[in-house]
């Protein structure tokens, strides 16, 4: 079994703040992934990283993808109360299976 | 376009009952899969199918049997369910069973087992 492990669970911040959530495994992933989930809906893929060292940009998140493909962040700067939500992390490996980290659960208070 | 469906949306079910988890998609995707999500743990694959006619065993494959009759649908059976399997799960399917090739997620399906 590959494990993610995904740092902090629990995130509550206000408005406008910035935030770093973590993704880390001793295992290397042929590429990573984040997803956003909202309350009683499946996961929804936001970003794909697949070169270690890789930074990618959607709007105010970043993401990295670190040299060894082995860790991944996410970077939300000014965050909005429409950024609340759950956001994993998840590993692809032997074809397209997927092993997900545990998730950070962000609120964004106004 | 309806994507993915699951059904139920959510069961209460006896210990020792069988059931089947039903999915459906109409995107004609080569590849489907079936996770479950607990607290904490974020989502575990429970058994997938890279192509019709054809399954596997993800991480968390006991108690739980699939079968892959068409394209179309990818029904996941408790033969004898126990409290442990109490969870949401989650359907989902993509186009190729390449690595580029993104997972598209059901609404879940939410079983308590009692």
């Known amino acids: 079994t590959q494990l993610l492990e995904q740092s902090p669970q629990f995130l509550s911040i206000q408005e406008g703040e910035n935030l770093t959530v973590y993704c880390n495994s001793s295992?290397?992933?042929?590429?990573l992934q984040w997803y956003r989930q909202e309350p009683g809906e499946g996961p929804v893929l936001l970003v794909t990283?697949?070169?270690?060292?890789e930074v990618k940009k959607l709007k105010r998140l970043t993401f990295q993808f670190g040299d060894a493909r082995k860790d991944s962040s996410l970077h939300i700067t000014a965050a909005q109360p429409g950024d609340t939500g759950l956001y994993l992390c998840?590993?692809?490996?032997?074809?397209?299976?997927?092993?997900f980290g545990g998730g950070t659960r962000l609120m964004v208070k106004p | 376009i309806a994507g993915i469906t699951q059904a139920p949306t959510s069961q209460i079910l006896a210990a020792g009952r069988r059931m089947t988890l039903r999915c459906t998609q109409d995107?004609?995707?080569?590849?489907m899969y079936w996770y479950r999500q607990d607290l904490g743990l974020g989502l575990r694959l429970i058994h997938y199918?890279?192509?019709?006619?054809?399954?596997g065993k993800g991480e968390v494959p006991d108690g739980y049997s699939v079968s892959r009759a068409n394209t179309d649908d990818f029904p996941l059976t408790l033969a004898s369910a126990v409290p442990s399997q109490t969870s949401v799960y989650f359907c989902?399917?993509?186009?190729?069973?390449?690595?580029?090739?993104?997972?598209?997620f059901g609404p879940g399906t939410r079983l308590t087992v009692l």
């Open positions: 199918s890279n192509t019709a006619g054809t399954t």
């Open positions: 995107m004609r995707h080569n590849a």
């Open positions: 998840a590993g692809v490996y032997a074809g397209n299976m997927l092993t």
């Open positions: 989902a399917s993509s186009e190729g069973w390449n690595s580029y090739n993104e997972q598209f």
């Open positions: 990283v697949v070169t270690g060292g």
């Open positions: 295992s290397v992933f042929s590429s």
